[in-house]
């Protein structure tokens, strides 16, 4: 207080044990990380499965189905809750991680097709008309050669998702109520309460829960921009 500008004369992390303690931050990380990657997957998988036959089917029915599905980019997340937490509720998946994995994955399920959508009308068709030449069928020639070309996209995906899934609260306050269960912006939350503004406090939970997901972009910024920059040019 007297000097606000000035540096630290002792480091002490004692504070950082006391928070790790406090809101379970093993657990809570663990849980984390597992729903994100487990979206990142399904995401993966479905979108570009429905993205395919929308980038080399050109009709007014494929165009339609993909306006239908690119629409959910412009519904407001908070616009389904009420429905969304009924329809949960109805099929018992209340209070479990496989429920929160499904809405996230419904969610960002257009993002996806929308990107694998454009990304796939860049790639070239003749490669496709190689492989059917050979005898692969329309599930084996998007195995084998479409899948392996999506890497760079899927990347640039698989950040958005991780941003959108980490820094949630709406949705693991909403579907869970186990403390066991909660990701780590939830749990940051919990410890902190939502009048607490201990500095003490809330410097290390900030530093705990965001510098897993800064390490996560530093080791993949190379990808992040390859993926980015992949299909701006083509030769």
């Known amino acids: 207080m007297l000097d606000p500008l000035g540096l630290p004369k002792t480091i002490n992390l004692d504070n950082y044990g006391s928070v790790m303690e406090g809101m379970n931050y093993a657990q809570s990380m663990f849980n984390t990380v597992m729903i994100t990657l487990l979206t990142i997957i399904c995401v993966s998988i479905i979108a570009s499965l429905a993205a395919y036959p929308l980038a080399r089917i050109r009709n007014k029915v494929s165009n339609f ?36 994995i499904i809405v996230y994955t419904v969610a960002n399920l257009p ?59 709406v949705n693991p306050m909403l579907f869970l109520t186990d403390d066991s269960k909660f990701t780590i912006m939830t749990a940051v939350l919990r410890f902190l309460g939502t009048y607490n503004v201990d500095p003490t406090q809330l410097f290390p939970a900030a530093v705990l829960a965001s510098a897993p997901l800064l390490i996560f972009f530093l080791l993949l910024s190379k990808q992040i921009v390859a993926g980015m920059s992949a299909g701006a040019v083509k030769s």
């Open 111 to 169: 993002l996806g097709v929308f990107f694998y959508t454009s990304f796939m009308k860049s790639i070239p068709i003749e490669l496709e008309e190689a492989a059917r030449l050979d005898g692969a069928s329309f599930l084996k020639t998007y195995w084998y050669i479409i899948l392996p070309m999506l890497k760079p996209i899927t990347g640039t995906l698989a950040l958005f998702v991780t941003l959108t899934v980490w820094n949630d609260i």
């Open 65 to 100: 189905v993909y306006i239908f599905i690119t629409l959910g980019l412009v519904i407001p997340p908070f616009a389904g809750l009420t429905p969304l937490y009924l329809f949960m509720r109805d099929l018992g998946l209340l209070n479990s991680h496989v429920g929160l």
